[in-house]
């Protein structure tokens, strides 16, 4: 079946510690993007890449870092700068993410990451 | 974006069609109308999306006033596995979806 998929499900971070989420879609989508979500929160818009070897920040980038060397992967380091990790990150991807591209965002099952 | 605005919450029957309502009075005329819902835990799924005629899909049928700035996501057989928060988001090419606080819905059996 196509679709999304992020892992690990539950992931711990020391402090000071890189951690890298991944996310891999097997729904030949051109852009993929990366949210974070606090509890009782809406969706916050991390990092987004509309093509293979590019991205573009979102509204809360700082302390993240993506890449985008394979059309199907988008993985998302969470670094030692990022000062409030601890939330749940949901992953998604859409046919296109053009200026007037209506297509809708399918979303992975997420990562929920915590401080030991 | 334009803003929407959803009831906090609503109940439905096992069985029964589940009508949920949302108001988005300030939509633009190249602004789409898209449906999610998240159940705990999961991420959120994708629905249903329109313009202004009414679609209808294997999950569910939107309906858009004629003026567009309204809408109802309509369940026509609900199942406890329906039961989840549903959000209504309006936008065009933006990268960004901005999820309100959506409507949570129960199915009661």
């Known amino acids: 079946d196509g679709g999304i998929t992020q892992s690990p499900k539950y992931l711990f971070r020391k402090e000071g510690q890189n951690v890298t989420l991944s996310c891999e879609q097997n729904?030949?989508?051109?852009?993929m993007y990366w949210y974070r979500q606090d509890p009782g929160q809406g969706l916050r818009l991390i990092y987004y890449?509309?093509?293979?070897?590019?991205?573009q920040k979102g509204d809360i980038a700082e302390g993240y870092s993506v890449s985008r060397e394979k059309k199907e992967s988008f993985p998302l380091t969470v670094t030692s700068a990022q000062k409030n990790p601890t939330a749940f990150y949901l992953c998604a991807s859409s046919i296109a993410s053009g200026l007037y591209s209506n297509q809708p965002q399918h979303f992975g099952d997420g990562t929920r990451l915590s401080i030991l | 974006d334009a803003k929407t605005t959803q009831p906090t919450s609503m109940d439905c029957a096992e069985g029964r069609a589940a009508n949920l309502p949302c108001n988005h009075s300030?939509?633009?005329?190249?602004?789409?109308v898209y449906w999610y819902r998240q159940i705990h835990s999961q991420g959120p799924q994708y629905i249903i999306h329109?313009?202004?005629n009414n679609e209808t899909n294997e999950m569910a049928s939107l309906i858009i006033t004629e003026d567009r700035k309204s809408s109802t996501l309509i369940l026509p057989h609900a199942t406890l596995r329906d039961t989840a928060v549903y959000y209504c988001?309006?936008?065009?090419?933006?990268?960004?979806?901005?999820f309100g606080k959506g409507t949570k819905l129960t199915v009661n059996p």
């Open positions: 300030t939509i633009s005329g190249n602004e789409y």
């Open positions: 729904l030949n989508h051109d852009a």
């Open positions: 329109g313009l202004k």
């Open positions: 988001i309006v936008r065009v090419g933006s990268p960004k979806l901005v």
């Open positions: 890449s509309q093509i293979v070897n590019d991205f």
